[in-house]
């Protein structure tokens, strides 16, 4: 049973400091990995999509990284605002289906 | 396009009643997923339709859950009878397998959420 997990569960950076995210996966046969990003109160925005063949994605001050081998994923974002704070969630779909196993996300908080 | 819509925002019920929740995905997508978010447990899928059909619902918590998808623009989730712990924010999402350039994404759009409360 595929499983995800998002360590820390909560952080704080101060505005213009580099961040790296991370998601772990237990079970490498992956189809598609997904970064989302949930304001309060609100839906979940998919900020980068990497499917299986793919090593990384970028848009804009995000790059996402896949290492399927070793079960993990990165989101780097340079350069954080204060409009940057949000929860941010990884999800993972298993080969031959289209069912998104969730992270229980990073909560991040840049301070001005 | 509006996005995925999901109606209503809110609901406040009490324990026993039936709740119904209905979701409109985005025009052409092809799959629809429900996904209920709860602190404890964080985003679950519930179940997911491909062109109407529901492929997996595994994800169903008990049988007073059930869902359907009459068409390719409406969706419905409904609980009965409902309980103090069937309280969530209810999701619907939809996604599109292939795109017009043929690729293969699977991007998932989510509407903003159903916020149940069960008294």
């Known amino acids: 049973k595929q499983e995800v997990t998002q360590i820390p569960a909560a952080l704080s950076v101060p505005e213009g400091e580099n961040l790296v995210l991370n998601c772990s996966f237990t079970d490498s046969a992956i189809y598609n990995l997904q970064w989302f990003r949930q304001d309060p109160g609100k839906g979940l925005t998919s900020l980068l999509l990497?499917?299986?063949?793919?090593r990384e994605q970028t848009s804009g001050r995000l790059n996402a990284s896949l290492d399927k081998s070793s079960g993990r994923s990165t989101l780097y974002i340079a350069a954080p605002q204060p409009g940057d704070s949000a929860t941010y969630l990884c999800?993972?779909?298993?080969?031959?289906?289209?069912?998104?196993?969730f992270g229980t996300g990073t909560r991040l908080k840049v301070l001005a | 396009d509006a996005g995925v819509i999901q109606s209503p925002r809110h609901e406040v019920t009490e324990m026993g009643q039936e709740v119904t929740l209905r979701c409109k995905p985005i025009?052409?997508?092809?799959?629809l997923f429900w996904y209920r978010q709860t602190m404890m447990r964080g985003l679950e899928l519930l179940i997911y339709?491909?062109?109407?059909?529901?492929?997996?619902d595994s994800g169903m918590p008990e049988d007073r859950f059930s869902a359907k998808m009459p068409n390719a623009s409406f969706s419905t989730l409904k609980i009965q009878p409902s309980e103090p712990r069937d309280s969530a924010v209810y999701f619907c999402?939809?996604?599109?397998?292939?795109?017009?350039?043929?690729?293969?994404?699977?991007?998932?759009?989510f509407g903003e959420g159903s916020w149940l409360t069960v008294v």
């Open positions: 999402a939809s996604s599109l397998e292939t795109d017009l350039w043929g690729h293969s994404g699977n991007t998932i759009y």
């Open positions: 999800a993972v779909s298993t080969s031959g289906t289209y069912k998104y196993i």
């Open positions: 990497i499917q299986s063949s793919q």
């Open positions: 339709f491909n062109n109407n059909v529901p492929i997996d």
């Open positions: 025009s052409g997508h092809d799959y």
